[in-house]
């Protein structure tokens, strides 16, 4: 990616909507993005993208993910058209074949991008499809703006080369994976048409993880599996996905930090209750960079158990802007603590 050339607009007027059922894959995404300026709202499902549009949000561009469970990408994009909703949609999809633009534009989508993303890709649509609908002096504003703006972080310190959110973020995915696989692993029921159909679902998922994290060679196997799943080669899958499931699992568990034992373990609660009420009052507000501020300045703390599954939750919701989702788990997290105390 650092060899590829191009140049990235600025677009502080655009806004897009990233609907993807992987966590690690809305971060990626958002992260490929970032650069641009946009505004970005990301959905877990195709119900929650439908429920952004009946709210009445609008988005230059929805990026939707093609293959998710109990609604995918085509089945969501016909009901938001249904909605008359006729702004851009562009379809994510990592088994990019032959005369598959053909399927997408017929099912109402405007673009497909292939997965892992190209940022070649992703520069062109982004192009055609926001900052060209823009008159000169709206282009030429953003472009000064971005020059000042980066000129004035010129001395900033760079990012480390590892992201322990993004580590944290895919662990929770590949968490929920191995739940979903474990499971049908004990069923050994293939021939049933839903759990083959879940099994491809969650292989093909970890597949795009691993690719984002740089686990080419589990990858890898991850697509063995999936294009054993829909060919229906059972001896494949019967044969290769315990190890699989074994190799995903110990990857995660490298990945994921370990937790300070006891229930309390030498938290500082007032500084916890305080940045809890900061990040309630800010989805109260439907304010995600406070909330995102407040939940950054937690996340350097050293936590116990408990708290560091509530802090993982919320930033999963805020991931999403599940703003209402949020206050009820600080809700809940401050009135358990409170009973502890009494």
């Given at each position: 990616m650092k060899r590829v050339q191009i140049t990235r607009e600025p677009m502080p007027y655009g806004s897009v909507l990233?609907?993807?059922d992987v966590e690690t894959n809305i971060y990626v995404a958002k992260g490929l993005m970032t650069p641009y300026g946009l505004k970005i709202d990301s959905a877990s499902s195709g119900f929650a993208a439908i429920d952004k549009i009946k709210e009445g949000n609008v988005y230059d561009i929805v990026f939707m993910d093609h293959?998710?469970?109990q609604m995918d990408g085509i089945e969501a994009t016909h009901k938001i058209r249904a909605m008359g909703y006729g702004h851009p949609i562009v379809a994510l999809t990592?088994?990019?074949v032959a005369g598959q633009a053909d399927i997408f534009l017929g099912n109402g989508f405007d673009d497909f991008i292939s997965k892992p993303i190209d940022i070649r890709q992703l520069n062109t649509i982004l192009n055609k499809l926001i900052r060209d609908k823009q008159p000169p002096e709206v282009i030429e504003t953003a472009r000064k703006r971005a020059e000042a703006e980066?000129?004035?972080s010129s001395d900033s310190p760079a990012q480390p080369a590892i992201d322990p959110h993004f580590a944290e973020i895919f662990a929770r995915d590949?968490?929920?994976?191995?739940?979903?696989l474990d499971a049908i692993v004990q069923k050994n029921d293939y021939l049933n048409d839903d759990t083959m159909r879940s099994y491809v679902i969650n292989v093909h998922g970890m597949k795009s993880a691993l690719a984002n994290i740089g686990k080419m060679d589990l990858s890898?196997?991850?697509?063995?599996?999936e294009t054993a799943g829909r060919e229906g080669k059972l001896e494949i899958i019967e044969s290769e996905t315990p190890a699989f499931i074994n190799a995903l699992r110990v990857y995660a568990e490298e990945l994921t930090p370990q937790e300070e034992s006891g229930e309390q373990a030498d938290e500082d609660q007032a500084c916890l209750r305080e940045k809890l009420a900061a990040i309630k009052a800010a989805c109260e507000e439907y304010d995600k960079n406070t909330a995102s501020n407040a939940l950054s300045e937690l996340k350097e703390k050293a936590w116990s158990k408990p708290t560091k599954a509530l802090l993982s939750g919320i930033d999963?919701?805020?991931l999403h802007s599940d703003f209402d989702v949020i206050v009820d788990m600080v809700n809940e997290f401050l009135g358990m603590q409170q009973e502890k105390k009494n």
């Open positions: 990233i609907v993807d293959m998710m469970p990592a088994n990019a980066k000129e004035q590949a968490s929920k994976a191995l739940a979903a890898a196997i991850a697509l063995k599996l999963e919701n805020l």
